[in-house]
């Protein structure tokens, strides 16, 4: 299709102006987040599906009670210091 072809709210539609490979900015109509069907990711998923889930050892909730058995440790570790 080439443009004389588009429709007329495709020709009016804002541009993505994705920096493309070229250097130049992307013209593609952009979506309601700014940028085209190609620059603006796909989605990220449902929060907290857990259709793919094999073991949660990355998962959000698992990795902040390691920072915070980490953080735990360091203090434990400075207050042994301290005493000795
Ligand atoms: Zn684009």
Redesign the pocket.
Known sequence: MSRAEQPQSLKQARR???R?RKGTA???P?MPNG??????GLSPGVPGNQNALKHGRYSRDYLAIRRAVAEMRRELHSLKKQMD
């Open positions: 993505c102006l994705a493309t992307c013209q593609c952009a940028r085209c069907r190609i620059h603006g």
